[in-house]
């Protein structure tokens, strides 16, 4: 046994803690994984209800402030959506009515008189929420429902869990990890029509993983996937995982070297290969098939609509293009273009939260609160997740180049990023002119780049198919956020992300070295603290006190 591999199979923090009451209890009382999986969403339904209703102390009791739950998501076009298709309608009926307060697209475009009106987000919201709004109409509380999804979700991150170790604290580490450390629970919880959608796209990605990890049913992963897709058109690019997954890379380089045998031995010989060809691609050809059933129908429904199979045909008729299109506005260069690059990139990879946004000097301590402050216009993955770092070390099994990895983010990101925006707020300057040395982005950035290649170069090296089909389904999720012309504001943290979270997820879990760590436990810490204040300073704190914090009357 090699010096790598005794480190990579080091216990960790996890036997430390695994040994602890509360584990040793939950074994005990639920023998069943199901029985666990209950529990996870019970306590992430309470956690997530109890951090989303909103009590000012104007009038009434907190008790019935907590009995009236959350409110209404401003945005509810997926209600909208789904009362117009139990009418009988792909449009909604009054959607020019609605211009202002929800983004609509207009056929005829531009808008008139005679116009239908279509949300601009996919379908896919309308129809999970179409249940309840047959039940309760319009007046069904779609952040409830959100609520809901974002509880349910953690169930299934603890199944997909249960896959990648047998340990229960473990388990329940990575689902901690996603429920309670990323933005997906601020997404879950305020309930708006784009954040509804990533809790929901977040679900059926997740169940896709499962089925693909787990159940190993290429058919139903890629229904999941097609769920996902016309819910969150990004998440069809993190298809290349699943193909990946399902593909047999040694039959097939086996039944590649016999094809000249194959094809000089006659038409039987020829037919025996295809057909042992075809056993071998028979799981992708599934998931593909299943796949293709949601990308064929969001098609269709397109050419109906606007008479064009384009997934993009909604913004392409969105009401306000014209308007965001003049020089200087959002659209300025195309819903698509690279030189949206440059709206991303300083968000996605070097934005951290405010930190003493109030104090105009070195003398933080003499600064008014609030000490830490989120951007509504987003922070970068490593802001909100930062045990999300960890995922650029995955398949890196050599001690000292983990070491030496994790050095260089750590270096690059406090260095390049957290100390030139000391002091940076809203409406205050960073301490620091000497922001960043004027080092180039791209040298900035480098060490993401690097760090990302070494670990699909070892990983491929290596054999590991997780991590390579995790890269394949990041990568190129990454590269169209970044040429869309929407950075995702408003936002706590970057939102987009959780278009491919759950392969983020599985990256950071090899990263970590497949167990539980004491850096491990110390970031995921950092960041459920970090996401619970983001939660917290939209829904509890008054957000109007920029200069001084006050929690709402209890």
Request: overall charge positive; some cysteine.
């Amino acid at each position: 046994m090699t010096v790598e591999d005794k480190v990579w199979r080091r216990p960790g923090a996890g036997a430390w803690l695994k040994s602890s009451k509360a584990i040793d209890w939950l074994s005990s009382t639920s023998r069943s994984a199901w029985a666990v999986t209950a529990i996870c969403v019970v306590v992430t339904l309470l956690v997530y209800y109890f951090t989303a209703f909103h009590y000012e102390g104007a009038s009434g009791s907190l008790v019935d402030s907590f009995l009236d739950g959350p409110s209404q998501a401003p945005h509810n076009h997926p209600v909208r959506l789904a009362d117009a298709f139990l009418h009988g309608r792909l449009d909604v009926a009054n959607g020019k009515d609605l211009i202002g307060f929800l983004d609509f697209a207009c056929q005829p475009y531009p808008c008139a008189e005679g116009s239908k009106y279509y949300p601009l987000e996919p379908p896919g919201t309308a129809l999970v929420i179409l249940p309840g709004v047959a039940l309760f109409g319009l007046n069904i509380n779609q952040t409830l429902v959100s609520i809901v999804i974002g509880a349910i979700t953690a169930g299934v991150v603890y199944q997909v869990s249960r896959r990648l170790t047998d340990s229960l604290w473990q388990q329940l580490f990575l689902t901690a990890m996603f429920i309670f450390g990323t933005v997906y629970w601020w997404n879950s919880v305020y309930g708006g029509v784009w954040y509804f959608n990533h809790a929901v796209a977040a679900l059926f990605l997740f169940a896709a993983v499962y089925e693909t990890l787990a159940a190993r049913r290429p058919f139903t992963a890629g229904i999941f996937l097609g769920a996902a897709y016309i819910t969150r058109l990004p998440t069809v690019w993190t298809a290349p995982f699943f193909l990946i997954m399902f593909t047999d890379f040694s039959k097939l380089r086996d039944t590649a070297r016999t094809v000249r045998q194959a094809v000089s031995g006659g038409w039987p010989e020829l037919r025996a290969w295809l057909a042992r060809l075809f056993r071998i691609s028979l799981p992708v050809l599934k998931f593909g098939v299943a796949l293709s059933i949601f990308v064929i129908g969001f098609a269709v429904l397109n050419y109906i609509r606007f008479d064009t199979v384009s997934p993009e045909a909604t913004y392409d008729h969105w009401h306000a293009k014209a308007s965001l299109s003049v020089p200087g506005g959002l659209l300025e260069h195309g819903l698509v273009s690279r030189k949206h690059i440059e709206r991303h990139a300083p968000i996605f990879f070097e934005k951290p939260l405010y930190m003493f946004p109030n104090s105009g000097d070195l003398r933080f301590w003499e600064s008014d609160a609030p000490y830490v402050l989120p951007s509504w216009n987003g922070a970068a993955f490593w802001a909100t997740t930062p045990a999300f770092l960890l995922a650029f070390l995955a398949g890196i099994r050599k001690r000292w180049l983990r070491i030496a990895g994790g050095a260089l983010l750590a270096f690059t990101v406090i260095f390049f990023f957290i100390i030139p925006n000391l002091g940076r707020g809203p409406t205050s300057q960073p301490w620091f002119d000497w922001a960043q040395w004027d080092v180039p982005r791209l040298v900035r950035l480098l060490p993401f780049f690097l760090l990302a290649t070494l670990s699909v170069v070892f990983a491929v090296r290596s054999g590991n198919k997780l991590v390579v089909g995790c890269w394949a389904a990041v990568v190129p999720v990454v590269i169209v956020h970044h040429l869309a012309a929407s950075t995702g504001w408003p936002q706590f943290g970057y939102r987009y992300l959780l278009d491919y979270a759950p392969f983020a997820l599985l990256l950071t879990w090899e990263g970590m070295g497949r167990r539980v760590t004491w850096y491990g436990i110390v970031l995921v810490a950092a960041g459920i603290i970090i996401n619970a204040s983001g939660v917290l300073w939209t829904n509890k704190f008054d957000t109007n006190l920029v200069g001084g914090v006050r929690w709402t009357a209890w």
